[in-house]
């Protein structure tokens, strides 16, 4: 890792990356197929449709704190320093929850209707991981890649983790609050759409 002669500093790296993009991902691609999955309960019995991406976004969540726990025993184990700005780290994930709702309602409502939406989400998960930088560092990027990385949201996410483990330091401010509005915009917009074809999506299910 470029500025530190650490030698667990790049485990420390790609760990902060990759715990919250399993969770991520892993929630992501079960909330875009839950209502199809869920059918037989759907049809069945009056459920409120939202609730099934929190549920899933709840169980994935389990999985996320048991793994940053045993992240933080490898950290005190390899005497790794502790910044103040970890206390950001909630609200970090209160972030990639509520874009992960947002987003998984979109698909959800559409896989509906177009039952292969699931298996482009699947490939769409795969390059969204390599344009994040998790197991390589940002800096080695070209220029350009550069400019055009902080347009995507899961690096302002990831980095905003890294930044709290690797480089003791916080988020970036502006990109924060840039996230906040654009994760509470995509679940008003989502919604909206979902509640205009919830009939439909409750007939063809």
């Not at 698909?107 to 998960?125: P, S």
């Not at 550069?146 to 916080?170: T, W």
Request: hydrophobic share 55%; aromatic share 20%; proline share 4%.
């Amino acid at each position: 890792m470029p500025g530190t002669s650490n030698i667990y500093a790049y485990s420390v790296y790609l760990s902060a990356g990759l715990i919250p993009w399993t969770a991520f991902s892993n929630s992501l691609a079960r909330s875009s197929s839950v209502f199809v999955d869920k059918r037989h309960i759907i049809t069945k019995i009056r459920v409120a449709l939202p609730s099934l991406l929190i549920y899933i976004i709840l169980s994935e969540s389990i999985t996320f704190v048991i793994s940053l726990a045993l992240f933080f025993i490898f950290l005190f184990v390899t005497h790794w320093p502790f910044s103040f700005h970890l206390i950001l780290l909630p609200f970090v994930y209160y972030l990639q929850c509520l874009f992960v709702f947002g987003l998984g309602l979109f698909f959800a409502t559409f896989n509906v209707f177009l039952r292969d939406l699931k298996e482009i989400v699947g490939i769409l998960l795969q390059l969204w991981f390599w344009f994040t930088p998790i197991v390589y560092i940002k800096d080695i990027l070209p220029e350009f890649v550069k400019k055009l990385i902080i347009y995507n949201p899961a690096f302002v996410i990831i980095e905003s983790y890294q930044r709290m483990f690797v480089f003791h330091d916080s988020p970036a401010i502006k990109s924060i609050i840039v996230l906040t509005i654009l994760v509470h915009v995509l679940i008003l917009f989502s919604y909206i759409i979902f509640r205009k074809l919830e009939k439909d999506v409750r007939d063809f299910l």
